[in-house]
């Protein structure tokens, strides 16, 4: 997801790997407190504990560090770490274990979500990187939807790229309304988190004929 134009190449030293990582963890927590546009560089810094000329050393600009903070975001979330599933063999199962870690990786990263969707709004190079961002989860679960099809698990009639197209988005776009626009439910209270699990799995399920 990393917009790769804005950043640097990483340092060389363990002591630089050691302090751009803390001034993009910094950098986070003020983003996420003050948003993108009222977050400052001597925030982050002041944050960091480190001079404005030690920031310049790792970054060029508040854009620059912001791409990369997203780009341990969507680490994060390209590779959220699932439980172990008790029937590996169960496509279901499977399909609900990945969504579980997917949807808790969204749920930590919902700040950040939400901030990127306001700048790609204002700023061409984040609106592509927000764009790419959903490219790497279509064409990695399209995949996983040709392999299924391949063992005679999912409904062959299905492209599988429209297939990942549709409902990647669809679980997007559900996570966000829970997470960052916090939507409530029917009754009026937030959504549990196991309701959203269940119902984005469900979906995919039924979408791809799987079985439970």
């Known amino acids: 997801m990393a917009a790769t134009a804005l950043l ?56 620059q560090i912001f ?41 930590r990263n919902a700040k950040l979500m939400g901030l990127l969707e306001q700048v790609s709004q204002i700023d061409p190079v984040f609106a592509k990187l927000r764009r790419d961002r959903g490219a790497t989860f279509i064409t990695r679960n399209a995949k996983a939807i040709e392999r299924l099809q391949a063992e005679g698990k999912a409904d062959t009639s299905l492209d599988p790229l429209l297939a990942s197209r549709a409902l990647s988005s669809m679980v997007s776009r559900f996570a966000y309304s829970v997470f960052v626009s916090e939507e409530p439910g029917a009754d009026g209270k937030p959504v549990p988190f196991e309701d959203v699990v269940q119902t984005a799995t469900q979906i995919w399920a039924n979408a791809l004929r799987l079985e439970r």
Not at 78 to 100: C, I, T
């Open 67 to 107: 791409a990369a903070v997203l780009e341990v975001a969507q680490e994060d979330m390209l590779h959220p770490g699932m439980g172990r599933v008790r029937d590996a063999d169960n496509p279901y199962a499977v399909l609900e274990s990945s969504n579980r870690a997917y949807l808790t990786a969204f749920q």
């Open 8 to 63: 640097r190449d990483l340092p060389v030293t363990a002591r630089g790997v050691r302090t751009r990582t803390s001034l993009v963890a910094a950098a986070r927590t003020v983003f996420e407190r003050a948003g993108y546009l009222d977050a400052r560089l001597t925030d982050i810094t002041k944050e960091a504990n480190c001079s404005t000329g030690t920031f310049y050393t790792y970054f060029d600009n508040k854009e």
